[in-house]
């Protein structure tokens, strides 16, 4: 078994690993992602040396299974985190939520929580989550995730959307964060560090104005940028 000391936190739909090197930044033993795209894997494996990479399919692995290739025993996890895939429920897709085969990874995701009982969790999503068939999703996470564990605990469950802007990032990203902890008090969300009143935003041009000049967009970026400005007209993002 792995002993950095360090909290440890397990990953999945790692993606590129924004979250992971993220958690890592903060102190976390990233001790195992998992994720079924091979290029993001490649990603992975380059930027955290240190963690276990598995390209699998989340469906296919038990509790048992990931704890052996995380090297803990269930219970032991500090954090599980991750961000099942968002389009069946982002308003650049059809929407079709939990009836699109992507949208059940979500319940996925909490079945894995329940099964391996870390101290807590961080699960991520596009906003449209929160008003997908009037928070549905939401409200049978919380029920899932607030019901008694085999050994009578159970997970305190909030939900808050932020937009990374409001963080120094150079994008108006808003996403929903759910977290859940068997802590005995309510987490806390961190307060937003940029906007008015506070330290201005970070503009894409103070980010890449050192960058060689990009080539130009693809017929795809350009149509789906026309949508923009109507999607934030009629629904706020």
Known sequence: MLTSGKRVAIS?????????????????????????????????RRNLPDTRVVQADINDL??????????????EIDCIFGGPPCQSFSLAGRREGTNDERGQLVFR????????RPKSFVLENVKGMVNW??????????EMLEAPLDDGDY?????KVLNAAEFGVPQNRERVFVVGTRA???????????????VPFVTVGDTLRDLPR???????????????????????Y
């Open 109 to 116: 995701f909490i079945e894995l929580v329940r099964a391996l």
């Open 214 to 236: 990009a080539d130009p967009p693809s017929a795809v970026a350009l149509r789906v940028s026309k949508t923009i400005k109507g999607r934030i007209e009629n629904h706020g």
């Open 184 to 198: 005995r008090r309510p987490f806390i969300f961190p307060k937003s560090t940029h906007g008015k009143g506070k």
């Open 133 to 142: 068939q009037n928070g549905v999703v939401l409200s049978e996470i919380e």
């Open 62 to 75: 038990t509790a048992g299974q990931i704890c052996e290739l995380a090297e803990v025993k269930e219970g």
């Open 12 to 44: 999945f739909f790692s993606g590129a690993g924004g979250m992971d090197l993220g958690f890592s930044n903060a102190g976390f033993d990233v001790r195992l992602a998992i994720e079924l795209d091979p290029s993001c894997c490649d990603t992975l």
């Open 155 to 159: 997970f305190a469950v909030q939900h």
